[in-house]
């Protein structure tokens, strides 16, 4: 079974769309992340979630609404996409909020989004 | 000036070589460090976390400097399943919550 898991790998779409890519995590953790890594491999942390709450909100478009309908699932909405927004998308997971030196984030298998 | 910074590389080694690789961050407040593995075209995924004290995980060893502000990472006996990119990551404390930050990576290619 996937810990964690997105959907769609692959999304290719046309400037000024809108979108939205749906991460699951089965693990029972209780906090949510997603990431954005641009053509330079700069992973940057967008979004964080902790039992459906938002707990991290970094300087990120408007455009960009993350959604957490339960603690296993953190949903990214993007609208009226730009050819900026081109890049790989990573959910990830990680038990407890607060306690980084023991615990681990778990990242999905990303989601390549492309906008023409 | 980014907040965690790696050479790029590639660094290019043949099997059974030790490799060395450096990071540097500059948040004085940042608590953990670990180094994440990721292949190409996947997600990353935890190497190891690193230790003032030091600490080796079979062929590897990370090592922090909090005075220096400087992390590494040691692959004794390099293995061709070790060609990837070596991502360092500093933690930040955000409210009662924290983030990952990450450098741009270190691309190792190990050559048979």
């Known amino acids: 079974d996937t810990a964690v898991s997105q959907t769609p790998k692959y999304l290719v779409t046309q400037m000024g769309n809108d979108k939205s890519i749906k991460c699951e995590q089965n693990l029972g953790h209780d906090t949510m992340y997603w990431y954005k890594q641009d053509s330079k491999k700069f992973l940057k942390i967008m979004f964080s979630?902790?039992?459906?709450?938002?707990?991290i909100n970094e300087t990120v478009p408007n455009r960009f609404s993350p959604k957490s309908p339960d603690k296993a699932h953190l949903n990214l909405h993007i609208n009226s996409l730009e050819l900026g927004d081109s890049a790989v998308y990573f959910c990830?997971?990680?038990?407890?909020?607060?306690?980084?030196?023991?615990?681990?984030?778990?990242f999905g298998p990303g989601t390549r989004l492309t906008v023409l | 000036r980014k907040e965690v910074e790696q050479d790029p590389g590639p660094f290019n080694v043949p099997e059974g070589a030790t490799v060395a690789f450096n990071c540097t961050y500059s948040?004085?407040?940042?608590?953990?460090f670990f180094w994440y593995r990721q292949d190409c075209r996947k997600e990353p995924k935890l190497l190891m976390s690193v230790y003032s004290s030091g600490n080796e995980d079979g062929r590897f060893t990370a090592q922090l400097n909090r005075a220096s502000q400087y992390i590494s990472l040691l692959i004794r006996d390099s293995k061709l399943s070790d060609s990837a990119t070596y991502l360092c990551v500093a933690t930040t404390r955000v409210d009662s919550s924290y983030k990952l930050i990450f450098g741009s990576g270190t691309r190792l290619l190990v050559r048979p």
């Open positions: 948040n004085s407040a940042s608590q953990s």
């Open positions: 979630y902790n039992n459906k709450e938002l707990i």
């Open positions: 990830a997971s990680s038990q407890v909020a607060g306690a980084p030196s023991t615990d681990t984030q778990y």
